[in-house]
């Protein structure tokens, strides 16, 4: 069974730093381009961040850029997303998420098998 579970979401302080891990059971995930994405309150889903399958080229959405560094350890079979500079306006449950590819356009990203989220308060 194809399975992803994210983790290390939580609440952190405005300029906080958080890193989310998303790990793979079922398959090997570095044959796969993987995405982040987030839902805010009240919003819809949206990309953030994405690595690549065969070449591990990374794309960020404008609003992390800088911020947010996505990575991913193949002998973990795990992709993380270290989150710095955390402003409120990035709360949101987070999601990692296959995708069938990555590309610059990171608001246009879609997922295949998702994991169940972890949620991201940024709040002093």
């Known amino acids: 069974q194809l399975q992803l579970v994210e983790s290390g979401g939580g609440l952190v302080q405005p300029g906080g730093s958080l890193r989310l891990s998303c790990v793979a059971s079922?398959?090997?995930?570095?044959?796969?381009?993987i995405g982040w994405f987030r839902q805010a309150p009240g919003k819809g889903r949206e990309g953030v961040s994405c690595i690549g399958g065969s070449n591990d080229s990374t794309y960020y959405a404008d609003s992390v850029k800088g911020r947010f560094t996505i990575s991913r350890d193949n002998a973990k079979n795990t992709v993380y997303l270290q989150m710095n500079s955390l402003e409120s306006e990035d709360t949101a449950v987070y999601y990692c998420a296959t995708s069938r590819y990555c590309s610059p356009n990171v608001r246009a990203l879609t997922g295949d098998v998702w994991g169940q989220g972890t949620e991201v308060t940024v709040s002093s």
């Open positions: 079922g398959f090997t995930l570095h044959y796969y381009p």
